[in-house]
């Protein structure tokens, strides 16, 4: 029988209350019912709604019906979907902004590395600070635990009391600020954190004030609270804050105001330092034109007062701290360079910091500050520098000059080892000129870097090696007008320093002798460019050997100024360089040839690290700017020249210190030819030294010779140093490869100190390739122009030469020769010509006797007159030749005259023997031109102990005057009517007639 009931869903379930439920079996079922229930609600909530569109809006605009909706189950949950859409655009626009807003903001970290601040110089040791370089900003940072805690207390106190508890910014002090801004427009507020006051400083924005300017400071001070502790922050903060002035930090603050360490601070002192900040300029004491005393105090006190309220500090430690007199302890502003010890070396150290590690534009650059510089300043030898200098200044001002510098260089390591750039670094018009670094003209002193040059690039060329020291057309010098050069004449050619020309030297000779012409031929012979860029490479600078157009004023010149060096430059005429690095050239020929780059730098410390982001290293092959720049053989063999004292023009004694205490030192002098710069250089293995005089302007010729005023230096320091050594020396060794030849030996005497004969053997490098058969030729040469003879050339100016006496065996010079270019092995004598008129001289002596002959009786009056031909008899271009006016009887000279005129030239001779005698007079002129006269004479000597006069015996002797006349060499006693003096005559050394005939020449 069918079952004809109804049948109940099956999802319908019946309590036993007897309630019917709806049982969703699935999701699908539980998502249809509560579609359903919606729809239904829906219905029902719009059941009796007005039909047109208006009415049923205004009808859901009642705040009755509104208020239905949302306290309903729909309108709480719609609620809450608004509410988690609002939340989530909130969280993407927050993304957003902060994208925006952090992408154009540079990293910050609490040190402050972009800040600056002071820079700390100390010397080698790291022990002794010479200065604090603090520019526009004086900072020193220094760990948290070497600042007073009293200092940390007041200035939580006083900016940020919740400073503890907050994560970087304040809600209630942002609120507060923009309420007092914007809506009652009163004084600006910040409401910023500490960490947002460490951002705006760090950043520069303490003048900034706008929207955006504080969404970026919120965020960066957010990333602060992230990356550090509340300690490094606040840290981070008292090394930036500014305390007025220059002063930045509470380290710098606290040397300025009470010369003390910040950590040593007072509650009273860290107080008034605590309120500046809020004002610098109307609360700090330096401030003179804007410090209001009262407000400070005021400020102070309150500064005192919340520390009491934040329970820093107790009532009682507060009201003590109020009654000291804290304004009596500041000390007064010190000016930026007070205190400073060795200031030129601590400036050149600074170039050397802004040139290597200066802020550029790029992305994430830092300024220069806080750091902590160790240079490679020695003290005891920057002291010993400073000593000589000073004691130098009374000789220096007696040649025109005022200032000096002094450089020392460690050559095996390129450190600076100590530098005095001036006499007097407090004088107001020049003192802080550092005349080490600035340009000067090396004159001589540049001749090393030419031969070093010409060894190096020459397959033929060794210390014993020709180049001719003769007058002569080179490019540059036409050599039309033989006289003297400018600035004083008008002459063109190539002159020497003390206007001789010696013939063919050696280089060693050439370059021991400073001689002028050589060194230019050197030059020109490799090319004027090589050799500055071969200098410029000793140097380790590039542009450092620049030439400029005359009449600039080089210390101000530009690129534009510049102008070609030429053959000039050779002897440092018309070209400029720096000292500094002028030592560090001659180092590097110390070192064998080995480029270093120069330093004053040893270790760089950023603020109050312990560990340097910057250290020296010993420099070595392969390193960057470590070359070899010049072979070692080439190297050693102008060490060598250099320090060797016989080829050494210098005087011998205080002047040849070449071989000081078994130090072997290579010296070099330089003047320039308008006498601005004087300079000495000298090196050996350990230290190369170079000084510098001259007149603080650069344009004022000084007197004397410069030897007397660089001696006192270079040698003063460079000896010091060696001994301060305390070892044994150590002097070059020479290559293996370096030959040992016959070389060229100069008999000519070249320089005021020089040994001659020069060595027949000498040096020359591994490459040399001597000139085959020529040391057994024999050749006549001329001696005033150092070319071979021809028919022309007269007897007396010819010399034969053999073996190693011959110059062009070894001549290297390109320039020898009548027209300038001619091979030195056929040029020919371009002084004479077959042409030329002889000088001619005519003898008169004696009296006329009875039968016609010339009679001299007990005295005889001897004379000649001179008349030159076409050659004069003194020529400034011949010096070593001036014409000469000779006297003999019977072949034995007894009277010698140096002359310029034509005379007639008169003397009285006392005849020594009786019967006829040969009286001669011979001349020669300038170029060795000569003319005799002679005569025959009776003689009658007087008898023993007559002198014609007052009886007493007198001896002839040889003379070298310039008198017309002889001149007794005693006086007549007025009683015993003798010789009672001896007198020193021409050179020699007159004994008493009366016990001696013996003549000594000094």
Same mark, same amino acid.
């Given at each position: 029988?069918?079952?004809?009931?109804?049948?109940?869903?099956?999802?319908?379930?019946?309590?036993?209350?007897?309630?019917?439920?709806?049982?969703?079996?699935?999701?699908?079922?539980?998502?249809?019912?509560?579609?359903?229930?919606?729809?239904?609600?829906?219905?029902?909530?719009?059941?009796?709604?007005?039909?047109?569109?208006?009415?049923?809006?205004?009808?859901?605009?009642?705040?009755?019906?509104?208020?239905?909706?949302?306290?309903?189950?729909?309108?709480?949950?719609?609620?809450?979907?608004?509410?988690?859409?609002?939340?989530?655009?909130?969280?993407?626009?927050?993304?957003?902004?902060?994208?925006?807003?952090?992408?154009?903001?540079?990293?910050?970290?609490?040190?402050?590395?972009?800040?600056?601040?002071?820079?700390?110089?100390?010397?080698?040791?790291?022990?002794?600070?010479?200065?604090?370089?603090?520019?526009?900003?004086?900072?020193?940072?220094?760990?948290?635990?070497?600042?007073?805690?009293? *200092?940390?207390?007041?200035?939580? %106190?006083?900016?940020?009391?919740?400073? +503890? @508890?907050?994560?970087? $910014? =304040?809600?209630? !002090?942002?609120?507060?600020?923009?309420?007092?801004?914007?809506?009652?427009?009163?004084?600006?507020?910040?409401?910023?954190?500490?960490?947002?006051?460490?951002?705006?400083?760090?950043?520069?924005?303490?003048?900034?004030?706008?929207?955006?300017?504080?969404?970026?400071?919120?965020?960066?001070?957010?990333?602060?609270?992230?990356?550090?502790?509340?300690?490094?922050?606040?840290?981070?903060?008292?090394?930036?804050?500014?305390?007025?002035?220059?002063?930045?930090?509470?380290?710098?603050?606290?040397?300025?105001?009470?010369?003390?360490?910040?950590?040593?601070?007072?509650?009273?002192?860290?107080?008034? *330092?605590?309120?500046?900040?809020? %004002?610098?300029?109307?609360?700090?004491? +330096? @401030?003179?034109?804007? $410090? =209001?005393?009262? !407000?400070?105090?005021?400020?102070?006190?309150?500064?005192?007062?919340?520390?009491?309220?934040?329970?820093?500090?107790?009532?009682?430690?507060?009201?003590?701290?109020?009654?000291?007199?804290?304004?009596?302890?500041?000390?007064?502003?010190?000016?930026?360079?007070?205190?400073?010890?060795?200031?030129?070396?601590?400036?050149?150290?600074?170039?050397?910091?802004?040139?290597?590690?200066?802020?550029?534009?790029?992305?994430?650059?830092?300024?220069?500050?806080?750091?902590?510089?160790?240079?490679?300043?020695?003290?005891?030898?920057?002291?010993?520098?400073?000593?000589?200098?000073?004691?130098?200044?009374?000789?220096?001002?007696?040649?025109? %000059?005022?200032?000096?510098?002094?450089?020392?260089?460690?050559?095996?390591?390129?450190?600076?080892?100590?530098?005095?750039?001036?006499?007097?670094?407090?004088?107001?018009?020049?003192?802080?000129?550092?005349?080490?670094?600035?340009?000067?003209?090396?004159?001589?002193?540049?001749?090393?870097?030419?031969?070093?040059?010409?060894?190096?690039?020459?397959?033929?060329?060794?210390?014993?090696?020709?180049?001719?020291?003769?007058?002569?057309?080179?490019?540059?010098?036409?050599?039309?007008?033989?006289?003297?050069?400018?600035?004083?004449?008008?002459?063109?050619?190539?002159?020497?320093?003390?206007?001789?020309?010696?013939?063919?030297?050696?280089?060693?000779?050439?370059?021991?002798?400073?001689?002028?012409?050589?060194?230019?031929?050197?030059?020109?012979?490799?090319?004027?460019?090589?050799?500055?860029?071969?200098?410029?490479?000793?140097?380790?600078?590039?542009?450092?050997?620049?030439?400029?157009?005359?009449?600039?004023?080089?210390?101000?010149?530009?690129?534009?100024?510049?102008?070609?060096?030429?053959?000039?430059?050779?002897?440092?005429?018309?070209?400029?360089?720096?000292?500094?690095?002028?030592?560090?050239?001659?180092?590097?020929?110390?070192?064998?040839?080995?480029?270093?780059?120069?330093?004053?730098?040893?270790?760089?410390?950023?603020?109050?690290?312990?560990?340097?982001?910057?250290?020296?290293?010993?420099?070595?092959?392969?390193?960057?700017?470590?070359?070899?720049?010049?072979?070692?053989?080439?190297?050693?063999?102008?060490?060598?020249?250099?320090?060797?004292?016989?080829?050494?023009?210098?005087?011998?004694?205080?002047?040849?210190?070449?071989?000081?205490?078994?130090?072997?030192?290579?010296?070099?002098?330089?003047?320039?030819?308008?006498?601005?710069?004087?300079?000495?250089?000298?090196?050996?293995?350990?230290?190369?030294?170079?000084?510098?005089?001259?007149?603080?302007?650069?344009?004022?010729?000084?007197?004397?010779?410069?030897?007397?005023?660089?001696?006192?230096?270079?040698?003063?320091?460079?000896?010091?140093?060696?001994?301060?050594?305390?070892?044994?020396?150590?002097?070059?060794?020479?290559?293996?490869?370096?030959?040992?030849?016959?070389?060229?030996?100069?008999?000519?005497?070249?320089?005021?100190?020089?040994?001659?004969?020069?060595?027949?053997?000498?040096?020359?490098?591994?490459?040399?390739?001597?000139?085959?058969?020529?040391?057994?030729?024999?050749?006549?040469?001329?001696?005033?122009?150092?070319?071979?003879?021809?028919?022309?050339?007269?007897?007396?100016?010819?010399?034969?030469?053999?073996?190693?006496?011959?110059?062009?065996?070894?001549?290297?010079?390109?320039?020898?020769?009548?027209?300038?270019?001619?091979?030195?092995?056929?040029?020919?004598?371009?002084?004479?010509?077959?042409?030329?008129?002889?000088?001619?001289?005519?003898?008169?002596?004696?009296?006329?006797?009875?039968?016609?002959?010339?009679?001299?009786?007990?005295?005889?009056?001897?004379?000649?007159?001179?008349?030159?031909?076409?050659?004069?008899?003194?020529?400034?271009?011949?010096?070593?030749?001036?014409?000469?006016?000779?006297?003999?009887?019977?072949?034995?000279?007894?009277?010698?005259?140096?002359?310029?005129?034509?005379?007639?030239?008169?003397?009285?001779?006392?005849?020594?023997?009786?019967?006829?005698?040969?009286?001669?007079?011979?001349?020669?002129?300038?170029?060795?031109?000569?003319?005799?006269?002679?005569?025959?004479?009776?003689?009658?000597?007087?008898?023993?102990?007559?002198?014609?006069?007052?009886?007493?015996?007198?001896?002839?002797?040889?003379?070298?005057?310039?008198?017309?006349?002889?001149?007794?060499?005693?006086?007549?006693?007025?009683?015993?009517?003798?010789?009672?003096?001896?007198?020193?005559?021409?050179?020699?050394?007159?004994?008493?007639?009366?016990?001696?005939?013996?003549?000594?020449?000094?």
């Amino acid at each position: 029988m069918a079952d004809n009931r109804r049948k109940r869903p099956a999802n319908r379930v019946t309590t036993r209350s007897g309630r019917t439920i709806k049982v969703n079996r699935s999701l699908g079922e539980r998502f249809i019912a509560m579609k359903e229930a919606k729809s239904l609600r829906r219905v029902q909530r719009l059941r009796g709604l007005p039909k047109s569109r208006l009415k049923r809006a205004a009808w859901r605009l009642d705040p009755k019906h509104l208020a239905e909706y949302w306290f309903s189950r729909d309108g709480g949950i719609m609620a809450l979907k608004i509410a988690g859409i609002a939340i989530l655009i909130m969280f993407i626009l927050t993304l957003g902004v902060f994208a925006y807003f952090r992408k154009d903001l540079p990293d910050i970290s609490v040190t402050g590395k972009n800040l600056g601040g002071s820079v700390s110089y100390y010397d080698r040791t790291g022990k002794t600070l010479l200065w604090q370089d603090y520019s526009a900003v004086k900072r020193v940072p220094v760990p948290g635990t070497e600042i007073s805690p009293y *200092l940390k207390m007041a200035t939580v %106190a006083i900016e940020d009391r919740d400073f +503890y @508890n907050h994560r970087g $910014f =304040d809600v209630k !002090g942002i609120a507060r600020a923009t309420i007092n801004d914007v809506i009652k427009h009163g004084s600006t507020q910040g409401g910023s954190t500490i960490t947002q006051q460490l951002v705006k400083i760090n950043l520069d924005w303490t003048q900034q004030r706008s929207v955006a300017r504080k969404v970026k400071e919120l965020i960066l001070a957010v990333e602060l609270e992230r990356t550090y502790t509340k300690d490094d922050i606040l840290t981070g903060y008292l090394n930036a804050a500014p305390y007025g002035g220059v002063d930045y930090g509470v380290q710098a603050a606290s040397s300025d105001y009470f010369h003390k360490s910040a950590k040593d601070l007072t509650l009273a002192e860290a107080a008034m *330092l605590a309120a500046i900040p809020k %004002a610098p300029s109307v609360y700090s004491p +330096y @401030n003179a034109e804007f $410090f =209001d005393k009262q !407000g400070f105090l005021d400020r102070q006190h309150y500064v005192l007062d919340v520390m009491v309220q934040t329970k820093k500090i107790t009532k009682a430690e507060a009201d003590a701290a109020k009654k000291v007199d804290v304004l009596a302890e500041v000390f007064p502003q010190q000016t930026k360079f007070a205190g400073i010890k060795a200031p030129y070396f601590v400036l050149a150290a600074k170039n050397e910091l802004e040139k290597k590690f200066a802020c550029s534009n790029s992305a994430g650059c830092n300024k220069i500050g806080g750091w902590k510089v160790i240079t490679t300043l020695d003290m005891n030898l920057q002291n010993k520098a400073e000593e000589v200098t000073q004691k130098n200044i009374s000789t220096i001002r007696r040649a025109g %000059a005022d200032t000096s510098a002094l450089v020392a260089e460690d050559v095996k390591t390129g450190q600076m080892v100590a530098l005095v750039g001036g006499t007097d670094f407090t004088n107001p018009d020049y003192g802080q000129i550092n005349y080490a670094q600035i340009n000067i003209s090396p004159g001589s002193s540049f001749k090393p870097y030419d031969y070093a040059a010409l060894i190096d690039n020459g397959t033929g060329v060794g210390a014993g090696s020709v180049l001719y020291d003769s007058q002569g057309p080179l490019p540059g010098y036409p050599c039309t007008d033989k006289g003297v050069p400018p600035p004083k004449g008008t002459g063109n050619c190539l002159q020497d320093y003390d206007f001789k020309y010696p013939g063919p030297l050696t280089l060693r000779y050439a370059l021991g002798g400073s001689r002028n012409v050589p060194a230019v031929k050197a030059m020109l012979t490799v090319g004027t460019d090589k050799v500055i860029k071969m200098a410029n490479s000793m140097m380790n600078a590039p542009n450092a050997y620049r030439c400029y157009n005359g009449g600039v004023d080089v210390n101000n010149a530009t690129v534009k100024d510049e102008a070609p060096c030429y053959g000039a430059s050779a002897i440092g005429d018309g070209a400029y360089l720096h000292l500094d690095q002028h030592v560090n050239g001659l180092a590097t020929m110390a070192r064998m040839g080995e480029e270093y780059p120069q330093t004053y730098i040893l270790k760089l410390y950023q603020s109050a690290s312990s560990k340097p982001f910057y250290e020296w290293k010993q420099p070595k092959t392969g390193d960057k700017n470590v070359n070899q720049v010049i072979r070692q053989d080439s190297a050693y063999i102008v060490n060598n020249m250099a320090s060797d004292p016989s080829a050494s023009y210098l005087p011998a004694g205080y002047y040849k210190w070449h071989n000081y205490n078994g130090w072997k030192s290579a010296i070099k002098t330089g003047t320039t030819n308008n006498g601005f710069d004087g300079l000495m250089m000298s090196w050996n293995t350990q230290y190369a030294v170079g000084s510098w005089v001259g007149y603080h302007t650069r344009n004022k010729g000084l007197s004397g010779t410069m030897e007397t005023l660089t001696a006192p230096l270079t040698k003063g320091l460079m000896t010091y140093a060696l001994d301060s050594l305390h070892t044994t020396p150590v002097n070059w060794t020479q290559p293996s490869d370096i030959k040992t030849a016959p070389a060229f030996v100069v008999h000519t005497h070249v320089g005021v100190g020089s040994v001659e004969p020069s060595p027949a053997t000498d040096i020359f490098p591994s490459w040399y390739q001597p000139k085959s058969n020529t040391t057994n030729q024999n050749q006549t040469i001329d001696k005033v122009s150092n070319k071979l003879a021809t028919s022309c050339t007269p007897e007396l100016a010819k010399q034969t030469q053999g073996g190693t006496a011959v110059p062009n065996a070894f001549s290297v010079d390109i320039f020898f020769g009548a027209t300038g270019g001619a091979s030195s092995s056929g040029a020919t004598d371009d002084v004479h010509s077959c042409s030329d008129a002889q000088p001619i001289v005519t003898l008169a002596a004696g009296d006329l006797g009875s039968g016609g002959n010339r009679i001299c009786n007990l005295t005889c009056t001897i004379s000649a007159a001179i008349t030159p031909g076409t050659h004069p008899f003194d020529d400034a271009q011949y010096p070593q030749f001036p014409g000469t006016l000779t006297f003999t009887v019977n072949d034995q000279v007894v009277k010698t005259i140096s002359t310029a005129s034509g005379g007639p030239y008169s003397f009285t001779y006392q005849p020594t023997s009786s019967g006829p005698a040969t009286i001669k007079a011979q001349v020669t002129d300038s170029v060795l031109y000569g003319a005799t006269d002679s005569a025959t004479v009776t003689m009658t000597s007087p008898p023993t102990g007559f002198n014609g006069n007052n009886g007493n015996a007198t001896t002839a002797s040889t003379q070298r005057n310039t008198t017309t006349t002889s001149k007794p060499y005693c006086t007549t006693h007025p009683n015993t009517k003798r010789c009672q003096t001896n007198r020193f005559s021409n050179g020699l050394l007159i004994v008493r007639p009366l016990f001696s005939h013996l003549f000594l020449r000094f």
